[in-house]
């Protein structure tokens, strides 16, 4: 067991640029998280898969977000014309998902987006 | 729509003294309830996790939380503090549907020698 993984762990852009993210989950679990984390705050839920299908997105997943999980393993998230205010610690976590009950979330290291 | 809320931002204790971290939810019992640490560049690590099976909840590193129906409350602690328990400690509920994890805003805690 490896643990949830991400890269990059520090992403520097300029303002307008696109940015894209990766996120490797435990080998064996179907369920992907991404979460924002801005300083001072707890994680903000932002969108989930089960292996391939997008189940849930919240309304601060702006059309400029996007996120995929082709082949129910990595999943990519991007952020197109990037803003100042995007500049956050963008989490990802997974699990090994039953219906009807909230599963222990493992989460991994973040990556750290810095807008300039 | 179920949330929680963590009282003080940062609480300080000195080594060996207690730690009470406290977390209230919102109205409605919920079915889970999680305390998550975070240490400094790190992702969250699970504490604990409130499944309704038992109201006193005993986690990793010596934390337990209990379930207070009346108080509506969720409140992590640890007898003996160390100094490798200074962090950020969040709790989480799930809103809605069963995957989607409402945080609080965090409490750091400081660990004085």
């Known amino acids: 067991d490896t643990g949830v993984s991400q890269d990059p762990r520090h992403k520097i852009t300029k303002r307008g640029q696109n940015v894209t993210f990766r996120c490797d989950p435990i080998?064996?679990?179907?369920?992907l998280y991404w979460y924002r984390q801005t300083l001072g705050q707890g994680p903000e839920f932002l969108t989930y898969?089960?292996?391939?299908?997008?189940?849930?997105k919240s309304r601060l997943l702006s059309d400029r977000f996007s996120a995929e999980r082709p082949k129910g393993s990595f999943s990519t998230l991007e952020i197109q014309r990037t803003e100042q205010g995007d500049s956050a610690m963008y989490l990802c976590a997974s699990s090994q998902g039953l219906a009807g009950r909230t599963d222990t979330q493992y989460f991994g290291p973040g990556t750290r987006l810095t807008v300039l | 729509a179920q949330s929680v809320t963590q009282l003080g931002s940062h609480v300080s204790v000195s080594e060996g003294a207690l730690v009470l971290l406290r977390c209230n939810y919102s109205?409605?019992?919920?079915?889970?309830l999680f305390w998550y640490v975070q240490y400094p560049n790190q992702g969250l690590q699970l504490l604990l996790k409130?499944?309704?099976?038992?109201?006193l909840v005993k986690g990793i590193n010596g934390f337990e939380a209990e379930f207070k129906k009346s108080e509506t409350s969720f409140h992590l602690t640890k007898p003996s503090a160390h100094m490798s328990d200074a962090a950020e400690y969040f709790c989480?509920?799930?809103?809605?549907?069963?995957?989607?994890?409402?945080f609080g805003t965090g409490t750091k805690l400081q660990v004085i020698p």
């Open positions: 409130y499944t309704s099976a038992a109201t």
């Open positions: 989480a509920v799930p809103e809605g549907g069963y995957q989607k994890v409402t």
């Open positions: 898969f089960q292996n391939e299908a997008q189940l849930e």
């Open positions: 109205s409605s019992v919920p079915p889970y």
């Open positions: 080998s064996e679990h179907n369920r």
